[in-house]
């Protein structure tokens, strides 16, 4: 199956992408909380359009935070060129899931 990922660098830009938009999270919080060197699922995404006629993207991430094992669920909307610049689709082999992986 195919998943879209983004490395620490392409979460904080599109945390700096949202900034402003309605669904944003506290910049500088968020970066010193994050796994520096983390990798960060996309769980959701859809079309948006907010109250003032912007169109971004919706998206849900599962984002790896220090010291932590539990990713962390943020929502974000930002733009499709911030989206296209930094997320990259993977395959990933789901055959070798074990019970206890999935909750």
């Known amino acids: 199956m ?14 700096d992408d949202a900034s402003g938009n309605n ?11 994050v796994d520096p060197d983390g990798t960060h699922l996309l769980a959701a995404h859809f079309p948006h359009v907010d109250m003032d006629g912007k169109e971004t993207l919706r998206t849900q991430w599962f ?4 010291d ?8 974000l909307d930002v733009s499709h060129t911030a989206m296209e610049a930094c997320t990259s689709d993977i395959e990933v082999d789901d ?4 019970e206890e992986d999935i909750d």
């Open 2 to 15: 195919k998943v879209t990922v983004t490395n620490t660098a392409g979460i904080m830009h599109l945390v």
């Open 23 to 33: 669904r944003s999270v506290y910049e500088e919080k968020f970066a010193k909380a």
């Open 63 to 66: 984002c790896k935070m220090k």
């Open 68 to 75: 932590s094992v539990h990713p962390s669920e943020v929502w």
């Open 95 to 98: 055959n070798n899931l074990e």
